[in-house]
């Protein structure tokens, strides 16, 4: 009798096509359409013939996730220049001279727009400087890094492990408190910088913000990761984010012994069984698995893709998936940003952002094939 399993050739075969469309098809938008030679900044989108949403905003964390597409791509034609261009952009235009941190968004014109001051934002900075500085080593591009390591340290960090979602620009407290996707992107951010360098006083704060995660945020019945804290009204899950903390979690010697990798491994088989539906991962869904949102979103496909990558058996479930990606979500003028719960084109812009996801889906998926 065969082996049922896919052979690693037709994976193989599958990553090969995606990655050749991710690099002829969808890194080019952001190369030509995408990019704002004038103002050195990516368009916030672009729609289904190339042409750039009309302008209503800037965002500093869309400018870092695409300081990272190019900085994990130095060595292809043009790249590093580009690289080089938003790097010099996101001081330019998003820091704030007079109190320090960098602002959410800036308008049309370049003025800031939404100047308050988010760790989502922030997270992102540290998470694509630390890239860059680990591909280019220029001491200006570090001490981007070092300066938004200690304002998340001194402004966002909390008694309690945890750090504030946003804050005045003036670092007056909202009364926000914390949520989750922000605090991920930090510990992403965090496992990026100790990547390229030694860094006690970061992998404390990492540890710390994972037993902080594991103390507030996970429901213990199933083990799954919130989006609020415990307790809190309304609360819901994203099997999107399940994965995504999977593959952090998982792919991390040191977080692999703790407590939160513990849980969100148990959390695994729940967020596959109730959030995966005809191989789309559904957006948000309440602890017991009643599906809030059906929404399918190709970040969240990509991140379901990873997490396969790195559990052993899924072989044939990781090649219906690159399939299902590729089938639903990728097509001959870049990709679907999102279907609806019938599985409708609901969204037919390309966000600068979602290029990121894409490429750390690659990375993810050539280091473990």
């Not at 988010?118 to 998470?127: G, K, M």
């Not at 990781?318 to 990728?330: G, T, W």
């Not at 003028?333 to 600068?352: F, L, N, Y």
Request: negative net charge.
């Amino acid at each position: 009798m065969s082996d049922p399993r896919p052979t690693l050739p037709e994976l193989t075969a599958r990553l090969a096509r995606f990655n050749q469309h991710f690099a002829e098809c969808i890194v080019p938008l952001w190369q030509g359409p995408g990019w704002n030679a004038d103002m050195a900044l990516p368009y916030e989108a672009l729609d289904a013939q190339h042409r750039p949403l009309p302008v209503q905003r800037y965002r500093a964390m869309a400018c870092a996730r695409q300081l990272y597409l190019f900085s994990s791509r130095i060595g292809q034609p043009g790249a590093a220049e580009r690289a080089a261009a938003l790097f010099r952009s996101l001081q330019r235009h998003f820091h704030d001279a007079e109190h320090g941190g960098w602002f959410y968004s800036i308008d049309a014109e370049g003025k800031p727009l939404d100047r308050s001051k988010d760790l989502y934002t922030h997270a992102f900075i540290v998470f694509a400087c630390a890239h860059y500085w680990g591909q280019v080593r220029e001491s200006l591009v570090e001490s981007t890094v070092n300066a938004a390591l200690d304002i998340i340290a001194k402004q966002f960090a909390r008694d309690d492990g945890l750090y504030q979602a946003s804050l005045a620009q003036d670092w007056a407290d909202l009364g926000n408190g914390p949520l989750q996707n922000p605090q991920m992107h930090l510990a992403e951010a965090f496992l990026q910088v100790l990547a390229v360098r030694q860094d006690d006083a970061v992998q404390h704060a990492l540890l710390g913000l994972c037993e902080a995660l594991q103390a507030h945020f996970i429901e213990p019945r199933y083990g799954l990761m919130l989006e609020k804290p415990r307790g809190a009204v309304d609360n819901w899950f994203e099997p999107g984010h399940q994965f995504e903390w999977f593959y952090l979690l998982d792919t991390s010697p040191l977080l692999r012994p703790s407590a939160l990798h513990g849980s969100i491994t148990k959390a695994f088989g729940h967020a596959e069984q109730f959030g995966v539906k005809d191989s789309a991962v559904l957006a948000m869904l309440d602890v017991d698995g009643k599906v809030i949102d059906a929404t399918q979103r190709i970040w969240a496909q990509a991140e379901y893709l990873r997490a396969l990558a790195l559990r052993s058996g899924s072989e044939a479930k990781l090649l219906e998936q690159l399939q299902a990606l590729e089938e639903k979500f990728l097509h001959p003028g870049g990709w679907h940003e999102c279907r609806d719960g019938s599985g409708s084109v609901s969204r037919d812009d390309m966000p600068s952002t979602t290029p990121y996801h894409l490429a750390t889906c690659l990375e993810g998926l050539s280091q473990r094939l």
